[in-house]
C-alpha cells in the first residue's frame, strides 16, 4: 500500500474533473479524496496498490475530455490506511 499526493494543474476546475477522479479512484479500489484548491489546480490524495496508483496518475495527466492538463506535481509517501473510501472534499 502507498499514497499518492497530486496536484493537477492547467483548466481542470469546472470541467468535472473531481468526479473524472472519484470513478476512476473508485474503479480501481482505491480510497482518499479530491478537491478544488484556491490556485484554480486539482488535488488528489489517493492510496492503494502501487499499480493502481500509477493508472491513476496517467488518468490524471489526461483528465476528462473537457479538461486540459498543464502539468501534474507529484508526490509518493506511505500509506496511513485513514481513509475508509474515496471521496470528493469540500475546495479550499
Known amino acids: 500500500m502507498e499514497r499518492l499526493h497530486a496536484v493537477v494543474k492547467g483548466r481542470v ?3 468535472g474533473f473531481r468526479y473524472f477522479v472519484l470513478e476512476s479512484a473508485t474503479e480501481l479500489d482505491l480510497t482518499g479524496w479530491v478537491r478544488n484548491r484556491w490556485d484554480e489546480s486539482v488535488e488528489v490524495v489517493a492510496e ?12 490524471l495527466e489526461r483528465g476528462p475530455r473537457s479538461a486540459w492538463v498543464s502539468g501534474v506535481d507529484v508526490e509518493w509517501e506511505a500509506a496511513t490506511q485513514e481513509f475508509p473510501s474515496f471521496n470528493v472534499r469540500m475546495s479550499y
Open 48 to 59: 492503494g496498490e502501487k499499480q493502481n496508483l500509477e493508472q491513476l496518475l496517467k488518468a
Open 13 to 15: 476546475q469546472g470541467v
